[in-house]
């Protein structure tokens, strides 16, 4: 594919920005990938307006529209992607699990209280409602043809996790209470990954799966593959990058 890329969206851009670095130095003369982090300070505030009139801001619809205009990039999405983390990242104080429909997925904790996955799907969408506005606004910017990348999955080993926890986590007492099982944070990963693409699915985007070769065998993050506890490294940024490249 000889055409640009241009993606969209918050932390998890940094990886895809570290890969289109490199190839960049590598090749000046390939294709280019670029990026916009729409919550850097020059696009500040980066939404204005509530609910359904809430906007992009002005600096930021004008950034876009022209990187669209100059290069006419395939546009991808990378916008939130770390509710599920937020949410589930952190051992509960009342640990709880619950099981995932239509698929098959880790059993249930016999230690943990069972919860439905209405329950788990009905506080997940409550913390979306800002990545729900963030689709809206670059469907309406950018048009058709918008892919919406799935966010990186969790890690399995806890352990790394603890370690390599940024501020959000630590300043939420990550060290005390402990990583959350890997099933969970598994599921919860799943259903944030469903519910995105049905957002997608109803403003007529693509959504696009996790890189394959960035995933072990029982479907998490490979730890060559992470960035620190929650993102992908520019090795993921290059898969994903590959991926865009391939549709």
Same mark, same amino acid.
């Given at each position: 594919? #000889?055409?640009?890329?241009?993606?969209?969206?918050? #932390?998890?851009?940094?990886?895809?920005?570290?890969?289109?670095? $490199?190839?960049? *130095?590598?090749?000046?003369? +390939?294709?280019?990938?670029?990026?916009?982090?729409?919550?850097?300070?020059?696009?500040?505030?980066?939404?204005?307006? *509530?609910?359904?009139?809430?906007?992009?801001?002005? @600096?930021?619809?004008?950034?876009?529209?022209?990187?669209?205009?100059?290069?006419?990039?395939?546009?991808?999405?990378?916008?939130?992607?770390?509710?599920?983390?937020?949410?589930? /990242?952190?051992?509960?104080?009342?640990?709880?699990?619950?099981?995932?429909?239509?698929?098959? &997925?880790?059993?249930?904790?016999?230690? $943990? !209280?069972?919860?439905?996955?209405?329950?788990?799907?009905?506080?997940?969408?409550?913390?979306? *409602?800002?990545? +729900?506005?963030?689709?809206?606004?670059?469907?309406?910017?950018?048009?058709?043809?918008?892919?919406? /990348?799935?966010?990186?999955?969790?890690? @399995?080993?806890?352990?790394?996790? $603890?370690?390599?926890?940024?501020?959000?986590?630590?300043?939420?007492?990550?060290? *005390?209470? &402990?990583?959350?099982?890997? &099933?969970?944070?598994?599921?919860?990963?799943?259903?944030?990954?469903?519910?995105?693409?049905?957002?997608?699915?109803?403003?007529? /985007?693509?959504?696009?799966?996790?890189?394959? !070769?960035?995933?072990?065998?029982? &479907?998490?993050?490979?730890?060559?593959? $992470?960035?620190?506890?929650?993102?992908?490294?520019?090795?993921?940024?290059?898969?994903?990058?590959?991926?865009? !490249? @391939?549709?």
């Amino acid at each position: 594919m #000889s055409r640009a890329i241009l993606v969209i969206g918050q #932390s998890h851009v940094a990886a895809v920005r570290a890969a289109a670095r $490199a190839r960049r *130095e590598a090749d000046p003369d +390939r294709t280019r990938t670029r990026v916009i982090h729409t919550i850097e300070p020059q696009y500040a505030p980066e939404v204005e307006g *509530e609910g359904d009139a809430a906007r992009f801001a002005p @600096a930021l619809v004008d950034t876009i529209r022209d990187q669209i205009d100059r290069h006419a990039p395939l546009v991808a999405s990378a916008s939130g992607g770390n509710v599920h983390n937020g949410f589930a /990242l952190i051992r509960h104080p009342r640990p709880y699990d619950f099981l995932l429909s239509d698929e098959d &997925g880790p059993p249930l904790d016999p230690a $943990a !209280e069972p919860v439905t996955e209405a329950l788990v799907r009905a506080t997940l969408e409550a913390g979306l *409602e800002r990545d +729900r506005i963030r689709l809206r606004e670059i469907r309406r910017i950018a048009g058709e043809g918008v892919v919406q /990348l799935e966010s990186p999955p969790p890690l @399995a080993d806890g352990a790394i996790i $603890a370690a390599q926890a940024d501020a959000y986590f630590r300043n939420r007492g990550i060290a *005390e209470l &402990g990583v959350a099982p890997a &099933g969970l944070r598994y599921k919860i990963w799943r259903l944030h990954s469903r519910i995105v693409a049905g957002y997608c699915a109803d403003l007529g /985007l693509r959504f696009l799966p996790a890189p394959a !070769e960035a995933r072990d065998a029982q &479907g998490f993050l490979r730890p060559d593959f $992470a960035g620190d506890a929650t993102h992908g490294n520019r090795a993921y940024g290059e898969a994903v990058i590959r991926a865009l !490249e @391939a549709l």
